[in-house]
């Protein structure tokens, strides 16, 4: 087989099974469409070979257009999954349907697989000269046809042209942010409001409390107006009074430093839309451009988070890899001085000797009672008394120091709360009521 197309590098890009792809004209101008005239079809360098199958799928907030020489997959998860079979796919938001694309100016995700070279992406970083697409989509009929014509970076131009029926209705519009042309959809966004200001942070990275946000995002957006400002209106940073602080950043945490400006000292131009709606939610429209750093836009309308949010932590048990739901409490204070917190996957336990019935295979904790209450302490802190037990084996601490684990629990009237591990292969949480014996 020969390839459909080669890099400058001489890499072959993808194979049309038994024949080489097509040639179209030069990527088209910004008044025209795309792509080669004659419907599924590939073409390179003046050559046109038939498109075998075309898919058009949903894929998390993107529609997915997969095209291929091949005939015989039925699904798009064939093409990419069955051994040979080369294909190209293209991932377009919903606000992106039905205009025209520049690839150079708006990087869109385009993969690919070729079995005679090791190129799976197309980019304006990698080998992406020039570009355009379009992606016409019939809302009523579920009708797509994909155009594409691309330079590469030796000069060679590809074109697409195919046609697919959707597998589900393109997802709905959602919230953006774009860097430097990428646009990609907001998946974490956050809030604070204080001392008269709000702040809002946006990334596209999927993180759920802002301490994942921080150290997890590849990067985030910020930005802090006044209250007053938080209006609806359309504010340029450059015509705000000195009284109006307002704050931008861009924090990239893979790639180089922090980018931050104010309208007090410059750094960026900006202009910005924002407001809190009355159910609670935020809309924000938003331009920024820092000086020698990237270009940010950010078209929002939804909820955020609180930065204070601390998700509610599952009431489980990890034992060698096995997760379980912890159904029962019990903390036994019979002893004035040492007091025993037992916990079991078993439902509706009430008694002390259902969990010590070994059927029941219910956790035992021992601590001495001030330990409750107190913090965190380790096997170190109460070396003859602390210990955890469970499936027949026991954790405590052992003088030569090959023991660790750490407990910390609190109590109040039927309220228990109580995180342990032994820093291996044990470890639980559990916050709620309990039976309490005295």
Not at 169 to 197: K, M
Not at 322 to 330: D, K, P, R
């Amino acid at each position: 087989m020969k390839s459909i197309f080669k890099f400058a590098s001489a890499l072959a890009f993808v194979l049309a099974a038994g024949a080489v792809l097509a040639s179209c004209e030069k990527p088209a101008g910004p008044d025209e469409v795309p792509g080669p005239a004659n419907p599924m079809t590939f073409t390179v360098d003046g050559t046109e070979t038939p498109v075998g199958k075309a898919f058009a799928d949903t894929f998390e907030e993107y529609v997915l257009i997969t095209v291929t020489p091949d005939t015989e997959v039925e699904s798009y998860v064939d093409a990419v999954t069955a051994d040979g079979v080369e294909y190209l796919q293209f991932m377009v938001l919903p606000q992106n349907l039905n205009r025209e694309i520049d690839l150079v100016a708006e990087p869109q995700r385009i993969y690919c697989k070729d079995n005679e070279s090791d190129c799976t992406v197309i980019s304006p970083d990698e080998n992406l000269t020039e570009g355009k697409a379009v992606v016409q989509y019939d809302e009523e009929t579920l009708e797509v046809v994909f155009k594409l014509a691309i330079e590469l970076s030796d000069g060679t131009v590809v074109g697409v042209n195919a046609g697919a029926v959707m597998s589900a209705p393109a997802p709905e519009q959602g919230s953006t942010i774009t860097v430097d042309g990428t646009q990609e959809p907001v998946r974490g966004a956050f809030y604070l409001e204080d001392s008269g200001n709000t702040a809002l942070y946006f990334t596209s990275s999927e993180v759920y409390t802002f301490e994942e946000l921080q150290e997890m995002a590849l990067y985030y957006f910020l930005i802090m107006v006044p209250d007053g400002l938080m209006t609806g209106e359309d504010f340029d940073m450059a015509d705000l009074s000195g009284e109006d602080n307002v704050v931008v950043m861009y924090i990239d945490n893979g790639n180089g430093e922090p980018y931050e400006a104010n309208s007090g000292d410059g750094g960026a131009s900006l202009t910005f839309n924002m407001q809190k709606t009355s159910d609670g939610t935020y809309a924000a429209s938003i331009s920024a451009a820092f000086d020698g750093g990237p270009e940010i836009a950010v078209d929002f309308d939804g909820t955020c988070v609180s930065v204070d949010y601390v998700p509610e932590e599952p009431n489980e048990f990890t034992y060698e890899g096995t997760t379980e739901a912890v159904q029962s409490a019990l903390v036994d204070k019979s002893d004035p001085d040492i007091w025993h917190v037992w916990l079991s996957a078993v439902g509706g336990l009430e008694d002390l000797s259902e969990y010590e019935d070994p059927y029941n295979d219910a956790i035992h904790i021992t601590a001495p009672a001030e330990a409750f209450n107190d913090g965190g302490v380790g096997f170190s802190t109460y070396k003859e008394i602390l210990k955890f037990e469970y499936a027949g084996q026991t954790w405590q601490w052992l003088d030569d120091g090959s023991a660790m684990g750490s407990l910390e629990v609190y109590l109040e009237g039927e309220q228990l709360t109580v995180d342990f591990t032994n820093y291996d292969n044990f470890s639980g949480h559990y916050s709620g009521t309990a039976v309490i014996v005295e």
